[in-house]
Each structure stands twice: as structure tokens, then as C-alpha cells.
């Protein structure tokens, strides 16, 4: 079966560091989407990507966080610089891109700032 | 103001019965509803997709229902198995262009033996 890959699964690192997670989308998949989950607020998407072009990162604080699609295979998420209040589980998912359909989530990047 | 519902405290019920649970929306006019299920340290898994012009669907155990009037989707999963026990999360495609997700909080179903 295909997976969406996202590394590392677990991040420790102190306040004011930089941190940069990485999504490798299921092949073939042009949409790449980055949520961020938290117990009080859920899942809330951060920003999206299709045919690695932004679509739309209002749900992300644009002073710390940026998202990037170097490639087809790779998307990153990068926080600088890190605040304790990122603490959460950052998830990856792709779709095939025609609007509405299912989402594959890769099983996330667990973060915590000290 | 936009809103997802659904129900935040655990749903338990026993094994071979018939779990039910709810997401309400306001102010979305969705083209879609689909939802998800979560394990505990794992990525939601995509369970069933149903459009605004669709009552119902099925797949195996489980079934959606989708009222626009009502703005609620029901979602039952029938004889029950522990192995059901997850959290479940609905999410609104407000836009089929875009394929935009907005989550729910999701409910937490635990299934007793």
C-alpha cells in the first residue's frame, strides 16, 4: 500500500531553535496539504500545496513558519524560531488533486518545544 | 460564525450493538462530507466520502447519512467490535476546487467486549 512518509516521527528540541519536518506525498499525488493537531484545537490545516505551487497558508503565523515543495516528492514545514506553543502533532496528507477526495495522512511528526 | 460539531465526550457502547455518531455544521454549505478514523499515535485513515446530493452510503458495517436541511451527517457502524474503538472525525469540503478539509473535533467510540 502507498504512504505518505513524514520524518522524524518525534522532535524534542528548546525554545528559539529551529526545527524543519519533512512529507514525502504518495506518488503520483499533486496535492499536498500540512495540518497541525492539538487536544484544544484539533486539526486545523496550515497550509497546501498543488503541483507544488502554495495555494493557501492562512492558517499558518507567516513571522515563523514556512512551507515549501522542492520537489514532487518532498514537502517541508519549517518553524524558526521555535516557541512552546508549536508543541503538537504536525501531519502531511496528499490527494490526487481533482477536488474533494479522500486525503492520505502520514502518522506525523510529534513535536515538543522546551 | 463557521462551526463543525460533534460529540466531545466519549461514546461507550458493548460489542454487537450499533454505535451512532453525530457532526453538525453551521454555516458551511458543503459539496462534501467525508470521515475519518484515528488511532492513538497514527495519521487519520479515510473511511467514506459522501456528496451533498446524496442521502446515504454504505460500505460494509458502516454507513453516512447526510441532511443539508438538517445540516447533520449521522454515522453508524453496526455489530460492533472492539476493534471499532477509535476517535472518528468528520470533515466539511466547503469547496470541491479547492478540496479544502475542515476537521471536526471528532468523538472518541469505545467498544466493551
Known amino acids: 500500500d502507498a504512504r505518505v512518509t513524514q520524518t522524524p516521527r518525534h522532535k524534542v528540541t528548546e525554545m528559539g531553535q529551529e526545527v524543519t519536518m519533512r512529507c514525502q506525498p504518495i506518488?503520483?499525488?499533486?496535492?499536498v496539504f500540512w495540518y497541525r493537531q492539538t487536544m484544544m484545537q484539533g486539526l486545523e490545516l496550515l497550509a497546501y500545496f498543488r503541483n507544488r505551487a502554495p495555494l493557501d497558508d492562512s492558517g499558518m503565523p507567516k513571522d515563523r513558519f514556512s512551507a515549501e515543495m522542492p520537489d514532487a516528492t518532498l514537502a517541508t514545514l519549517k518553524i524558526q524560531p521555535s516557541e512552546p506553543r508549536d508543541s503538537a502533532v504536525y501531519f502531511c496528507a496528499s490527494e490526487t488533486g481533482t477536488g474533494g477526495q479522500p486525503q492520505h495522512f502520514g502518522d506525523g511528526t510529534r513535536l515538543s518545544i522546551l | 460564525s463557521q462551526k463543525i460539531e460533534q460529540n466531545s465526550e466519549a461514546l461507550n457502547i458493548q460489542e454487537g450493538k450499533t454505535a451512532t455518531l453525530t457532526c453538525n455544521y453551521t454555516n458551511y454549505s458543503p459539496a462534501y462530507l467525508q470521515w475519518y478514523r484515528q488511532d492513538p499515535g497514527r495519521g487519520p485513515v479515510f473511511l467514506l466520502l459522501?456528496?451533498?446530493?446524496?442521502k446515504e452510503k454504505r460500505k460494509e458495517r458502516l454507513k453516512v447519512t447526510f441532511d443539508t436541511t438538517l445540516k447533520q451527517s449521522l454515522f453508524h457502524i453496526t455489530a460492533s467490535q472492539p476493534a471499532d474503538s477509535a476517535t472518528y472525525l468528520c470533515a466539511l469540503v466547503a469547496s470541491s476546487n479547492t478540496g479544502k478539509l475542515i476537521f471536526g473535533q471528532g468523538t472518541t467510540l469505545q467498544v466493551k467486549p
Open positions: 459522501i456528496r451533498e446530493n446524496e
Open positions: 506518488l503520483g499525488h499533486n496535492t
